[in-house]
T-cell receptor, first 112, second 115 residues
Framework: GENVEQHPSTLSVQEGDSAVIKCTYS??????FPWYKQELGKGPQLIID?????GEKKDQRIAVTLNKTAKHFSLHITETQPEDSAVYFC???????????FGKGTMLLVSP | GAVVSQHPSWVICKSGTSVKIECRSL??????MFWYRQFPKQSLMLMAT?????????EQGVEKDKFLINHASLTLSTLTVTSAHPEDSSFYIC???????????FGPGTRLTVT
């Protein structure tokens, strides 16, 4: 089955800095890669996703890049703000209509 | 759009009793719903997948007789924890996937405490 590794487990940055979270996956057939933000005591929120036919996708301060050859994808957050502090999960699926395999999460702390 | 609700948001029950958690997609029809369990500071653990009108598919190690899932309509799925025990205390989260879509949208979660 699919295996997703996520790094780092914690990331501390100063407000205004950029943050990068990286994930690798094992199944070369995986074709859908979403990123979720989870605040304490809440459910995960889909913040951006990418499909295997695209190398990069951007939405305001958030971007995701995908390298199919290396089987890794990354979340980039620019101009971080304290409200970006949360746990971020990457996920992958070998079929867009199948179940998601999640990484273990990255706790992002943005200091004012 | 793509809002998923859960009810209740938290529940405390006594050991041996059953608890039902509802998951609703408010503004879309969900052909598939998923139930997850999450322990503190850990990732999401998929418990089961349910498709409207058919039996749920449980992940290995999840007791289907203990965690009853019903996906009665395109907007509602329920999880019933039967004969709950303290070790069932956890954060339960559902997600819903619209028809012909890859995206999964999560509910806010239900905190279950069994005393």
């Amino acid at each position: 089955g699919e295996n997703v590794e996520q790094h780092p487990s914690t990331l501390s940055v100063q407000e205004g800095d950029s943050a990068v979270i990286k994930c690798t996956y094992s199944d070369s057939a995986s074709n859908y890669f979403p990123w979720y933000k989870q605040e304490l005591g809440k459910g995960p929120q889909l913040i951006i996703d990418i499909r295997s036919n695209v190398g990069e996708k951007k939405d305001q301060r958030i971007a995701v890049t995908l390298n199919k050859t290396a089987k890794h994808f990354s979340l980039h957050i620019t101009e971080t703000q304290p409200e970006d502090s949360a746990v971020y999960f990457c996920a992958a699926t070998s079929s867009g209509y199948s179940t998601l395999t999640f990484g273990k999460g990255t706790m992002l702390l943005v200091s004012p | 759009g793509a809002v998923v609700s859960q009810h209740p948001s938290w529940v405390i029950c006594k050991s041996g009793t059953s608890v039902k958690i509802e998951c609703r997609s408010l503004d879309f029809q969900a052909t598939t719903m998923f139930w997850y369990r999450q322990f503190p500071k850990q990732s999401l653990m998929l418990m089961a997948t349910s498709n409207e009108g058919s039996k749920a598919t449980y992940e290995q190690g999840v007791e289907k007789d203990k965690f009853l899932i019903n996906h009665a309509s395109l907007t509602l799925s329920t999880l019933t924890v039967t004969s709950a025990h303290p070790e069932d205390s956890s954060f339960y989260i559902c997600s819903a996937r619209p028809r012909a879509s890859y995206e999964q949208y999560f509910g806010p979660g239900t905190r279950l405490t069994v005393t």
